[in-house]
């Protein structure tokens, strides 16, 4: 079992930043990644960016590329997600997940949520 514990939401205008941090416990094999979801009112969840824990490759969707930078801290079992110039778009609940790549859904925080205000 791996448990997950996301803070760093929040709310910012347009524009703003915010850095998301995810902190792991458990079980974390080599083999996960780790990412970061979110899900908007009346939508999908979506995966927005992921990292493997083991090489630090990373993916990201386009509609967070150039924008959102995933890193991770292997010492602190920590997972972040800096999101730089925020679009109200991007308001939405965000959920740090891991497991097997690509899906890296196995395991789930309780999700933060975030505000982007035009």
């Known amino acids: 079992q791996v448990q997950l514990v996301e803070s760093g939401g929040g709310f910012v205008q347009a524009g703003g930043s915010l850095r998301l941090i995810c902190t792991a416990s458990g079980n974390i094999f080599s083999s996960y990644g780790m990412g970061w979801f979110r899900q908007a009112p009346g939508k999908e969840r979506e995966l927005l960016a992921s990292i493997s824990w083991s090489v630090g490759s990373r993916y990201y969707a386009d509609s967070v590329k150039g924008r959102f930078t995933i890193s991770r801290d292997g010492a602190k079992n920590t997972v972040y997600l800096q999101m730089n110039s925020l679009k109200p778009d991007d308001t939405a609940v965000y959920y740090c997940?891991?497991?097997?790549?690509?899906?890296?859904?196995?395991?789930w925080g309780q999700g933060t949520q975030v505000t982007v205000s035009s």
């Open positions: 997940a891991a497991g097997l790549l690509p899906k890296v859904n196995a395991f």
